[in-house]
T-cell receptor, first 114, second 113 residues
Framework: DGGITQSPKYLFRKEGQNVTLSCEQNLNHDAMYWYRQDPGQGLRLIYYSQIVNDFQKGDIAEGYSVSREKKESFPLTVTSAQKNPTAFYLC?????????????FGEGSRLTVL | KNEVEQSPQNLTAQEGEFITINCSYSVGISALHWLQQHPGGGIVSLFMLSSGKKKHGRLIATINIQEKHSSLHITASHPRDSAVYICAVIPFLMKTSYDKVIFGPGTSLSVIP
């Protein structure tokens, strides 16, 4: 079955460490997104990518970095520059084109900084 | 003012009740999603619609493009429907070839047996 796989599901990090969250999709979608969710708040866009080797900053990109070397993969690195990285991170994808594609989400990764 | 608003923010219902969650938005859109997020965190898309009405099992979603309003209805609610329901819109942008999703704040639903 097609879908989005995020890993790890839970991650603990010490302050000052970079961590990378994986997002892989086998839906052949062009567009991929990373969102951050904090308790009681809506989803906020970190980065998005419409095509391989191209990505754009979202609303809260500071302290994060991404790459899009393959269509299927859109990893997110939470760097030590991110002041408050403890959050729930969601990856999503959708088909782009002349008609609007449905959004698909991964199961999320919960990052806790110790 | 947020571009996507939902009401109510929190909702508690007795099992079997008919439930309505509302979404209002202020931008032109190409589509609207209703999403369901369970306590574990994963999000599932329930509906994507750009006009009219869609039905899946006990769930019904409607949209009025002129009024910029959508509703999600749950008939014969059940405790397993307890979740956060999120409205998300995909804005229609004339000048660019990309688009972003704007999420509402979510409605937390609790269905009591």
């Amino acid at each position: 079955d097609g879908g989005i796989t995020q890993s790890p599901k839970y991650l603990f990090r010490k302050e000052g460490q970079n961590v990378t969250l994986s997002c892989e999709q086998n839906l052949n979608h062009d567009a991929m997104y990373w969102y951050r969710q904090d308790p009681g708040q809506g989803l906020r866009l970190i980065y998005y990518s419409q095509i391989v080797n191209d990505f754009q900053k979202g609303d809260i990109a500071e302290g994060y970095s991404v790459s899009r070397e393959k269509k299927e993969s859109f990893p997110l690195t939470v760097t030590s520059a991110q002041k408050n990285p403890t959050a729930f991170y969601l990856c999503a994808s959708r088909r782009q084109g002349r008609t609007t594609g449905e959004l698909f989400f991964g199961e999320g990764s919960r990052l806790t900084v110790l | 003012k947020n571009e996507v608003e939902q009401s109510p923010q929190n909702l508690t219902a007795q099992e079997g009740e008919f439930i309505t969650i509302n979404c209002s938005y202020s931008v032109g859109i190409s589509a609207l999603h209703w999403l369901q997020q369970h306590p574990g965190g994963g999000i599932v898309s329930l509906f994507m619609l750009s006009s009219g009405k869609k039905k899946h099992g006990r769930l019904i979603a409607t949209i009025n493009i002129q009024e910029k309003h959508s509703s999600l209805h749950i008939t014969a609610s059940h405790p397993r429907d307890s979740a956060v329901y999120i409205c998300a819109v995909i804005p229609f942008l004339m000048k660019t070839s990309y688009d972003k999703v704007i999420f509402g704040p979510g409605t937390s639903l609790s269905v009591i047996p």
